[in-house]
């Protein structure tokens, strides 16, 4: 099992940046694939971005596709994910999560979570 911490949250103007980290310890980062899942009041957690293990393959779903990255440093046992132009439907609690599988689109069902942070862009 891997321990996720994410951080980097906050609040932000409609139109601006966010980057997420996510620190990960406990295991091997590099066999893990990793993604960035969130949840909005009242809606259903969401995958919204998926990288592999290398990092050599992104996924991403329609609603962040152009404006989220997510990236990696298998050195640093961190993933990324850089929020640009963002929306304030895209307020909501972001999870790091990862998974001990090879993964060929959008991470759907995670081996561990992290605890979440919270997003609020304002209009």
């Known amino acids: 099992q891997v321990q996720l911490v994410e951080s980097g949250g906050g609040l932000v103007q409609a139109g601006g940046s966010l980057r997420l980290s996510c620190a990960a310890s406990?295991?091997?980062?590099?066999?893990?694939?990793m993604a960035w899942f969130r949840q909005a009041p009242g809606k259903e957690r969401e995958s919204i971005a998926t990288v592999s293990r290398t990092g050599g393959r992104t996924y991403y779903a329609d609603s962040v596709k152009g404006r989220f990255t997510i990236s990696r440093d298998n050195a640093k046992n961190t993933v990324y994910l850089q929020m640009n132009s963002l929306k304030p439907e895209d307020t909501a609690v972001y999870y790091c999560?990862?998974?001990?599988?090879?993964?060929?689109?959008?991470?759907?069902?995670?081996?561990?979570w992290g605890q979440g942070t919270q997003v609020t862009v304002s209009s």
């Open positions: 406990g295991g091997t980062f590099s066999t893990y694939s």
């Open positions: 999560a990862a998974g001990r599988f090879i993964i060929m689109g959008l991470m759907v069902r995670p081996d561990d």
